[in-house]
């Protein structure tokens, strides 16, 4: 299998290195930025094509724009809140990349930003990133608009990026008992009762982890309301 490299452990901290892992299909690189907020924003090449697409320009186009370098097709917003999308326009700007954010989401994000939303996703669509297919999962709680991004490697495991709706130790923070009870509805039918314990999951800050590793704690969730 192609998974991930042993080096690899998904530990950054802004202003440190980024980290690199190499899937059957995708070159993952994850780096975090800005030491107040500690965003993590991910870049995942094509190995077979080239091209690439960022999750989240969270911050620091200084540190994004070397990294993607001039050759970024495509940029995802996970969600709205204001620290996934500061460095939102200078990415745009600087590569010409096609903007994708969650449908319910869009216009706020361009309305913080001034950037368009070139298209709008919903849960099921599918966004190319050379010849590896994402797939979308919208994740309603955090914000309306979130969604998550499952690569299916071929060679390995799946993988998901999940932004601030799932993290090591629970859900993404929601505001309503309402939102509470959508996103971890959404979780759970979406996610865990879809998808394997090995399946590796990228959240918007902080450290990686499994669906196994935090499946058992799901009852811990749904008691303590967060």
Not at 22 to 41: I, P
Not at 105 to 113: F, G, K, N, V, Y
Request: charged share 20%; with cysteine.
């Amino acid at each position: 299998m192609s998974d991930a490299p042993t080096t690899y452990t998904g530990a950054v901290k802004p202003g440190g290195p980024a980290d690199v892992r190499e899937l059957g299909g995708l070159t993952l690189t994850k780096v975090a930025v800005d030491a107040q907020m500690s965003n993590n924003c991910y870049l995942l090449r094509c190995r077979s094509t080239g091209e690439q697409l960022l999750v989240d320009a969270a911050a620091e186009p200084e540190t994004l724009l070397p990294l993607v370098g001039e050759n970024l097709a495509t940029v995802v917003t996970t969600h709205q809140h204001w620290d996934h999308h500061r460095a939102l326009a200078d990415v745009v700007e600087a590569t010409g990349a096609a903007t994708l954010a969650g449908e319910a989401d869009a216009t706020a994000i361009t309305e913080a930003t001034g950037v368009p939303i070139a298209r709008t996703l919903s849960h099921g669509d599918t966004v190319a990133v050379g010849d590896c297919t994402l797939e979308v999962i919208a994740l309603r709680g955090h914000t309306p608009g979130s969604v998550a991004l499952l690569y299916r490697d071929p060679e390995g495991t799946p993988h998901l990026w999940t932004g601030d709706s799932l993290f090591p130790g629970g859900p993404g923070r929601t505001t309503t008992p309402e939102d509470f009870d959508s996103i971890m509805s959404d979780l759970q039918e979406k996610v865990f009762d879809k998808l394997p314990d090995e399946t590796w999951f990228y959240p918007g800050h902080g450290n990686d982890s499994t669906l196994g590793a935090e499946r058992g704690s799901i009852p811990e969730w749904l008691a303590r309301r967060w």
